[in-house]
């Protein structure tokens, strides 16, 4: 990321001579906070007010947002179990010692990717796994999400497939993907544009009732900012780090599924259901680029840039009051995390 003088000076210097840049993924580039009030509101605006999808991919997100919706309220499931996610990060839990290896050897003769000897469990434990389908099948249960909850799958092929699917499918058994919710001929314009088959994904994951990444990332971040920024509609970010400890206590027979587990799961995630709150800034104690890369993302709180305020009310209270408005027919259904237990 880089400082609004960087922009100012260097950049726009560019700008004098050459009338026309060309900016290379620079969704991030930008530090998140301490920059002028009117450089944050255009943010805001062309993100979510003047950016938009081609029509053709407006029109078939539509549609798989109203054939989800045919069947209820219902859940967004950003899966990042996938192959070259799995051996970028050096995650291996639950895999058989030869679907270990390859994505070793993915990982070793991928040259971009820098670091090639990772300690997988330690990797876990810090919190720096995506969550496997059997977790999360676990994780929805113990928030008490009832069985027939219809459930999108927002994600590319999953790294084992049905085998790997099977305990969150039998858990869960309405679950929903582009390739099921839509013939091959209506799909067929976008299967071979990875970024575009994204785009669909992301349209429903912003719509849906409910959204839960299973991993923390780009795609996840950009999806919860655009939801805050519509009324702070659910989005409930995993604590991985702390999952995995429960997780390892089920595993080693030290705690079952049940109230005391689902108590638990509810305690550590009640503050992680996308309520407003002020995007966080650097980290205390850090300098320069090390300070600007531990802000937290602007593109996953927009909070307060986006946001106008009165002078005699805080940016909390109506925003607490638009999201207590737009969830009370989600709280009839029974789909909100606490409100149902």
């Not at 726009?12 to 580039?29: C, M, N, P, T």
């Not at 434990?125 to 099948?137: F, W």
């Not at 320069?288 to 909070?303: C, G, I, R, V």
């Amino acid at each position: 990321m880089s400082s609004f003088k960087y922009y100012r000076d260097v950049i726009g210097s560019l700008w004098e001579e050459y009338r026309v840049i060309r900016a290379a993924k620079s969704d991030s580039r930008l530090t998140n906070n301490n920059l002028p009030s009117d450089i944050q509101k255009l943010r805001c605006r062309a993100c979510y007010e003047a950016l938009r999808f081609a029509p053709q991919i407006e029109a078939m997100g539509k549609l798989l947002v109203e054939r989800m919706r045919s069947y209820g309220h219902f859940i967004a499931l950003h899966l990042r179990y996938e192959k070259d996610m799995l051996a970028y990060s050096g995650c291996t839990h639950g895999l058989s010692n030869a679907e270990a290896k390859e994505l070793e050897t993915i990982r070793d003769e991928t040259a971009n990717w820098k670091v090639k000897e990772i300690d997988a469990t330690e990797q876990r434990y810090r919190g720096q796994c995506p969550l496997t389908p059997k977790e999360v099948g676990i994780f929805l249960n113990a928030l008490g999400f009832p069985s027939e909850t219809p459930i999108f799958i927002a994600a590319g092929e999953i790294y084992g497939g049905v085998t790997h699917m099977a305990d969150l499918r039998s858990r869960y058994p309405l679950l929903m993907s582009k390739e099921n919710l839509a013939s091959a001929a209506e799909l067929e314009p976008f299967t071979n544009h990875s970024s575009q088959m994204a785009a669909l994904d992301y349209i429903v994951s912003v719509e849906s009732d409910v959204f839960i990444p299973s991993y923390s990332g780009n795609m996840a971040g950009a999806v919860e900012g655009h939801r805050r920024f519509l009324g702070h509609r659910e989005t409930i970010s995993p604590d991985r780090r702390g999952l995995v400890h429960l997780f390892g206590q089920i595993e080693k027979g030290l705690l079952k599924e049940g109230s005391k587990l689902s108590n638990r799961i509810i305690e550590i995630h009640k503050n992680l259901q996308g309520s407003p709150r002020r995007r966080g800034g650097s980290v205390p104690g850090t300098k320069s680029m090390e300070s600007t890369h531990s802000e937290e993302a602007f593109y996953t709180n927009p909070l307060p840039d986006c946001l106008c305020q009165r002078a005699s009310q805080t940016v909390n209270t109506s925003i607490r009051e638009s999201n207590r408005k737009l969830d009370r027919s989600m709280q009839k259904e029974q789909l909100l995390l606490l409100k149902v237990l």
